[in-house]
Every structure is written in structure tokens, then in C-alpha cells.
């Protein structure tokens, strides 16, 4: 092998390899672009389904006379304000007979 040939083969070699770089970058850089083609149609997909999952009960669910009697209660919203069972009657109401027997007993022991 004379030193032209050498020189010739290296320039070969090298022409090669950067071919081959090239070659593995485009292909890289493609599947890249497929992948994320792929995922972002996917996400729209995933969010257009979730959305609808969201929204349905929104449009098709509950009638808006439930839920005005969900947030203001049987009597409407005049009447929110109004004194319900359970509530709290204040320090100056009278106590239940039950509390007042209640009371007897704890101070009769």
C-alpha cells in the first residue's frame, strides 16, 4: 500500500463515518419527531376524553332546581338564614326538659 492509497483508504473511512453520523442524526431526529407527533396526539385524545368526563355531568347531570336546593336548602334561598333543627338556640332559650332532668340528676348524685 503506497501512501497515496493510505491517505485515499483514511479519507474513505472518514467520508464514512461522517456519512453514518449523518445518517444516525437524521433517523434520530425523525424518530424524535414521530415520537412526539405520537404523544401530543395521544394527550389531545386523553384531554379531549377527560374533559368530556369533566363536562357531562355539567350539561346532561343535575337540574339546576337541585342544586339551588343543595346550596340554599328545602326553602329556598329567602329562607337560608332561618333557624333549622339542630341549630344552636342561643344562651338566653330555655333548656329542653331533658336537659333540666339531665341537670337534676347530676346535682341530686
Known sequence: MTPREAVEAAEL???????RHRLAREMYQAGQRAGFDVGYRQARADMAARWAQIARPV????????????????????????????DFPGRAAKPHAQREAQREMEAGA
Not at 473511512?13 to 456519512?19: H, S, V
Not at 346532561?60 to 339542630?86: K, N, Q
Request: cysteine-free.
Open 59 to 86: 350539561t346532561h347531570g343535575i337540574s339546576f332546581a337541585e342544586l339551588e336546593e343543595r346550596r340554599w336548602g328545602p326553602s329556598g334561598r329567602a329562607h337560608f338564614a332561618d333557624p333549622r333543627p339542630g
Open 13 to 19: 473511512a472518514e467520508a464514512e463515518t461522517a456519512y
